[in-house]
T-cell receptor
Framework: GAVVSQHPSWVICKSGTSVKIECRSL??????MFWYRQFPKQSLMLMAT?????????EQGVEKDKFLINHASLTLSTLTVTSAHPEDSSFYIC?????????????????FGPGTRLTVL | AQSVTQLGSHVSVSEGALVLLRCNYS??????LFWYVQYPNQGLQLLLK??????LVKGINGFEAEFKKSETSFHLTKPSAHMSDAAEYFC???????????FGGGTRVLVKP
């Protein structure tokens, strides 16, 4: 249990276009989802935290107008990179956490998606 | 604020040898601690976690870690390395009642035949 998927797994786009990345919890209700970016050979940096039905909380330095996050349902969150530029090229990883204290999707653990590699030309 | 330091960005071990990955944390409140593994172009997979129960935590794939409060450490070990252990390993900390995971810089493990 506790599977998180991301789509697409990779995407190449032209500079100036927008790209949407989906994150889905397949077998549990994700009350909270997290979005990270990871540059090559570096660690994960939290971009934002989203709770279902409310606005995302962005980390300092992350442009909320550039990285639009929507968490409209308990199983889906989306990250839209607007007007993408080459410096936005990165590996984007989502994770999800459920409301329970144990079992699949429990509050005590984040379950990670497989990541989406974005390349902006 | 909380932070995680992983000593050594790269570790090279021989197949069958001990794997030791170091993690030290700082946290103003009792922490939850995690070790994750990441294979190339993939997301993170949880190896094990400490959530204030037993200080010696056993995880998947033969890994274990010991929480030492006095040393603020949570080092990861595996008695005998396997070729399939070659990957990137991340230590992470979270406040017990908190929301965010803070990751260390990662340690890349190379296993030599």
């Amino acid at each position: 249990g506790a599977v998180v998927s991301q789509h697409p797994s990779w995407v190449i786009c032209k500079s100036g276009t927008s790209v949407k990345i989906e994150c889905r919890s397949l077998d549990f209700q994700a009350t909270t989802m997290f979005w990270y970016r990871q540059f090559p050979k570096q660690s994960l940096m939290l971009m934002a935290t989203s709770n279902e039905g409310s606005k995302a909380t962005y980390e300092q330095g992350v442009e909320k107008d550039k990285f639009l996050i929507n968490h409209a349902s308990l199983t889906l969150s989306t990250l839209t990179v607007t007007s993408a530029h080459p410096e936005d090229s990165s590996f984007y990883i989502c994770s999800a956490r459920g409301p329970g204290s144990s079992g699949p999707g429990s509050y005590n653990e984040q379950f990670f998606g497989p990541g989406t590699r974005l390349t902006v030309l | 604020a909380q932070s995680v330091t992983q000593l050594g960005s790269h570790v090279s071990v021989s197949e069958g040898a001990l794997v030791l990955l170091r993690c030290n944390y700082s946290s103003s409140v009792p922490p939850y601690l995690f070790w994750y593994v990441q294979y190339p172009n993939q997301g993170l997979q949880l190896l094990l976690k400490y959530t204030s129960a037993a200080t010696l935590v056993k995880g998947i794939n033969g890994f274990e870690a010991e929480f030492k409060k006095s040393e603020t450490s949570f080092h990861l070990t595996k008695p005998s390395a396997h070729m399939s252990d070659a990957a990137e390993y991340f230590c992470a900390v979270r406040k017990a009642a908190g929301n965010k995971l803070t990751f260390g810089g990662g340690t890349r493990v190379l296993v030599k035949p």
